[in-house]
């Protein structure tokens, strides 16, 4: 085309007429772009300002991610409604630091985490066997940078702490003392004994009488439909045995799954056993046995965090928000 990189680069992209660059030429260039199909690279450009003002998104893929999946379509519906730049990187369990360095290297200064965040120390997450968060020093470097603001909407208080970071916004509920108070609620309407998986703290619950000190946790596995159905045999001779009368389970799936199994074995639920879920899933109240089930208000969440990326709202660094239990068939309780 005989034209200098720069004249073009301000033909396609920038203002051509400060430049005195004339209409026949600016038209030259921008047909010749049409018919080989470019397309500017927006990212490249951002990489060369000092800092990008795109959102960064980090969704976790792991059990919390169900009852998150809400949260994340309206954050990106109202992000696009009003016109904000935004870029979605999924991190798998263990694998945190590869995003934050995608972020990072994108300079992208506001992340949100999407799913279940819960700070322990090393040593913590050693002893609970868990892989899902990044490890603490890393995510504590990279917090050192004061530029970047990190958001966790599914937060578990109270946390251990080990972030002592101005720049970490944690939006979240205490789900051990809300099953604690929820085990509570249940012995003293006479119900139990009570069983759970390992997620629903039963170390925490032990230590403090709620539930049997000799209680064997239900297996963990993964939250599916199935995963709960595994389980009916095991339940059901707890159940036979005297040593089971109400479980608690991480996922609203496994419990469904759990239900059907029992029913086939010939029991009667809520009436031989109860059973309650977690996550409030939508589908949770159109089973043949609606599921009972604690409710994050997740959404609440998100209203909070677009308050602050969309108009520029104040936030503390810590929002402790209460969970609730919504009663329905699989569960009963006296009055409610």
């Known amino acids: 085309m005989n034209l200098s990189t720069s004249t073009v680069s301000i033909c396609l992209s920038g203002k051509p007429e ?70 979605m990187l999924v991190a798998l369990p263990g694998h945190w630091r590869e995003v934050l360095n995608q972020f990072k290297g994108m300079k992208v200064k506001k992340i949100v985490c999407i799913g279940f965040f819960f700070e322990y120390t090393n040593e913590k997450m050693n002893s609970f066997n868990c892989h899902r968060m990044v490890d603490s020093e890393n995510f504590r470097e990279f917090l050192g ?58 170390e925490y619950l032990k230590e403090h009488g709620a539930i049997p000190p000799d209680m064997e946790c239900l297996a963990a596995g993964v939250d599916s439909f199935e995963a709960g159905y595994q389980l009916k045999d095991e339940v059901k001779k707890r159940w036979e045995a005297g040593t089971a009368k109400v479980v608690l389970l991480r996922n609203d799936r496994r419990a469904i799954g759990l ?43 998100a209203q909070l965090l677009l308050e602050v990326l969309i108009n520029g709202k104040d936030l503390p660094s810590r929002v402790e928000q209460p969970a609730e239990i919504i009663w329905r068939k699989s569960a009963v309780l006296k009055g409610k």
């Open 18 to 87: 400060e430049y005195k660059i004339t209409p026949e030429t600016v038209r030259r260039v921008r047909d010749y772009a049409d018919r080989v199909g470019y397309v500017p690279n927006h990212w490249a450009r951002k990489i060369f300002k000092e800092d990008s003002d795109t959102i960064g998104l980090m969704v976790i893929n792991d059990f919390g991610l169900d009852k998150n999946s809400r949260a994340l379509h309206w954050i990106t519906e109202e992000l696009s409604r009003n016109n904000m730049d935004f870029v």
């Open 259 to 301: 239900i059907r199994g029992l029913m086939e074995l010939g029991l009667r639920v809520p009436e031989d056993i109860e059973v309650i879920g977690f996550g409030n899933l939508d589908f949770g109240a159109e089973v043949p046995v609606p599921i009972t089930s604690i409710h994050l208000p997740i959404m609440e969440n």
């Open 145 to 202: 940078d004061k530029s970047i603001k990190f958001y966790a909407i599914d937060y578990n208080f109270p946390g251990h702490g080990s972030y002592k970071h101005d720049n970490f916004y944690r939006i979240g509920s205490n789900r051990q003392e809300f099953y604690l108070r929820l085990c509570r609620m249940l012995k003293e309407n006479g119900k139990g004994p009570i069983i759970c998986d390992n997620s629903c703290f039963p």
